[in-house]
């Protein structure tokens, strides 16, 4: 069983940054590829990175490429998202999440195929 633990959200203007954190404990971290999902109200989590096991290949959703990046310290069992030129849009509760089995480390795989979540942390971008 493998806990996640987040931190880092809050308010800034559109153009800052952010960056996110995800701490985990009660498993082997590098045995877990991680993702960050998004969720505005009344909408389904939405995928926004991924990384492997070893952090040598992450994958972005569109809307995010370029500004947002995912990484990750597995000796401080510890997954992060640097979030920059962040815009409006950008608001919502952000996810992290762990998945044990990683058939295809090209593919991105959606909330469902993951395993363990944290508890969400309130990312709002203000115009």
């Known amino acids: 069983q493998v806990q996640l633990v987040q931190s880092g959200g809050g308010l800034v203007q559109a153009g800052q940054s952010l960056k996110l954190s995800c701490v985990a404990s009660?498993?082997?971290?590098?045995?877990?590829?991680m993702g960050w999902f998004r969720q505005t109200p009344g909408q389904e989590r939405e995928f926004v990175a991924q990384?492997?096991?070893?952090?040598?290949?992450?994958k972005y959703a569109d809307s995010v490429k370029g500004r947002f990046f995912v990484s990750r310290d597995n000796d401080k069992k510890t997954l992060y998202l640097q979030m920059n030129t962040l815009k409006p849009e950008d608001t919502a509760v952000y996810y992290c999440?762990?998945?044990?089995?990683?058939?295809?480390?090209?593919?991105?795989?959606?909330?469902?195929?993951?395993?363990?979540w944290g508890q969400g942390t309130q990312v709002t971008v203000s115009s």
């Open positions: 999440a762990a998945k044990g089995v990683i058939p295809d480390l090209q593919a991105i795989y959606g909330p469902s195929e993951y395993d363990y």
């Open positions: 990384i492997s096991r070893t952090g040598v290949i992450e």
């Open positions: 009660g498993g082997r971290f590098s045995d877990y590829g």
